[in-house]
């Protein structure tokens, strides 16, 4: 008898998926919506082994996250990267009152969380008939129904064609699962595929989408300073909507030439931008406004940004060599 598609991926979910996930063995919503928006932009791997359960276990419920200052959210971020995830979690805690709405429709409403992330959470949670939409989703119904264009509004209603009503878990599971571990961005493995049936993408997989045109990321160069006072270091917490709310030393886009000692160059790749910067000591006086005195030791309790972190390994770096 021929499987239909659903059947097939469902069929191949049982024996391949990934079952034991923490977040698919939970149906409390605030730890599935902790996972998705942690797993937006990072690997399984690194959310797992690093900070699912630290940050689970200093805030257990949404609750806490609401109650919780914005600073003690971000540093328990600190690490993964794209702080406006975090950001946005706190705002929507507080939005909420510590309660997420137990469907679609409302958690949309929540800052940072889009049609995706909204359907996964309420159909792993809630069981709400919705499909996903997520970045392996989408290369998977780009190739199956051959779509060249990168359309978000008509991929929609392929995911809904695809799409199995009546179980919404185990499909979106299975589909991110395949993504993740079948249908691979360089390697498809279109031999041990649950739908290679019907996939119309299958001679050609990689043509599917079209390639997005490559832009090279700028480069900016920067120093950043670590004015000493005694044994304190001089930080600000950052008002921008880049890396909003993390502390950082003093930066500036010139040279600082003979007024400091210079400790190493450090680059971080941002998603927009890649930063060059060269690090200086400084102890000439400071008098730059909106900034606080911390001791070396103090550093840990601050949540900071990967390039001030480099800046303080080279700090250390330095003062080690010098005892
Ligand atoms: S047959 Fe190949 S291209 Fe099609 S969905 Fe499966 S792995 Fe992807």
Partial sequence: MKLTPQASLLNWYKIHGRHDLPWRTTGDPYKIYVSEIMLQQTQVKTVLERFYFPFLEAFPTLQDVAEAELDDVLKLWEGLGYYTRARNLHHAAR??????PNNAEGLMKLKGIGRSTAHAVASFAYREPLPILDANVKRILHRYFALIEREEKKLWRYAYELFDPSHPFEYNQAMMDLGAMVCLGKNPLCGSCPLEAGCRGKTAPLSYPEAKIKKTKPVRRRSIILHRRGSRYA???????????????????SPLGENGTFLGHITQHYSHFTLEADVYLCEEAFTEE???????????????????HKAVALL???LGKKE
């Fill in 235 to 253: 930080l600000y917490q950052r008002t921008s909507r880049f890396l909003h709310g993390l502390w950082g030393f003093f930066e500036t886009d």
């Fill in 95 to 100: 939005q909420c009152g510590g309660i997420l």
């Fill in 316 to 318: 250390r770096y330095n």
């Fill in 290 to 308: 909106g900034y606080e005195w911390f001791g070396a030791d103090e550093f840990s309790t601050l949540s900071m940004s990967r390039a001030d």
